[in-house]
Structure formats: structure tokens, C-alpha cells
């Protein structure tokens, strides 16, 4: 088990940019998921592998998110942020032996309580 604590969110303005941190180990293989409000349903965002050399990010948000970590804390960078980006961000942990990365919620057993991302004008 592993305690996570995500922080970094906030409210932005469209075009806007964050950063969002989950302190864990590099024991751990790290997903980024985000919870829209009124839904029930957490969407897959990137994922990083225990090293940080294996990433993964879905299409939906390339080339404005990126996951990343070091040894402490995992990391997700959002940029262009937009209304449709409003939501509960989690991270997830699962411990991983080598060094691969999943994208499947169900995968991951340990998450943080989220942090509230809201993007408005």
C-alpha cells in the first residue's frame, strides 16, 4: 500500500496552464486519471513508468499534457487548459517489478483522494 497525496490543482482561465504532483516513490508505476464532475467514470491521462522512460498519454490530451516524475514525485503538466478540462484529477499507484506502464484504471489499486481542476472565464 502507498499513500497518495495529489496537489497542484486549482481554478484557471482557458489557455491557462498547471502542474499536478503525487509524491511517490519510484517504487511505484504512476497513472494520472481525471474524473469529470457528475460523472462516475475516470478518464485515462498519461502514465509513467518507474524509471520515467516509458510514458504514456491518451490522444485526447497529447500534445498539451505530459506526465513525467523523479525520484520523489510523479508529475502531470497541463497546458492550453480549457473547459472541457474541468474535473477531479487522481493519481494512481501500482507496484511494478520492472518497468512497463498501463493505462487501465482497473490496474491500478492505490489512489489519492483528487484534486479539483476547474477551468472557466
Known amino acids: 500500500q502507498v499513500q497518495l497525496v495529489e496537489s497542484g490543482g486549482g481554478s484557471v482561465r482557458p489557455g491557462a496552464s498547471l502542474t499536478l504532483s503525487c509524491a511517490a516513490s519510484?517504487?511505484?508505476?504512476i497513472g494520472w486519471f481525471r474524473q469529470p464532475l457528475g460523472t462516475e467514470e475516470r478518464e485515462f491521462l498519461g502514465?509513467?513508468?518507474?524509471?520515467?522512460?516509458r510514458i504514456a498519454h491518451a490522444d485526447s490530451v497529447k500534445g498539451r499534457f505530459t506526465a513525467s516524475r523523479d525520484r520523489t514525485k510523479a508529475y502531470l503538466q497541463m497546458s492550453s487548459l480549457q473547459p472541457e478540462d474541468t474535473g477531479v484529477y487522481f493519481c494512481?499507484?501500482?507496484?511494478?517489478?520492472?518497468?512497463?506502464?498501463?493505462?487501465?484504471?482497473?490496474?491500478?489499486?492505490?489512489w489519492g483522494q483528487g484534486t479539483q481542476v476547474t477551468v472557466s472565464s
Open positions: 494512481a499507484a501500482r507496484f511494478e517489478r520492472w518497468d512497463s506502464v498501463v493505462t487501465t484504471q482497473t490496474e491500478y489499486p492505490n
Open positions: 519510484n517504487d511505484w508505476q
Open positions: 502514465a509513467v513508468s518507474r524509471s520515467g522512460r
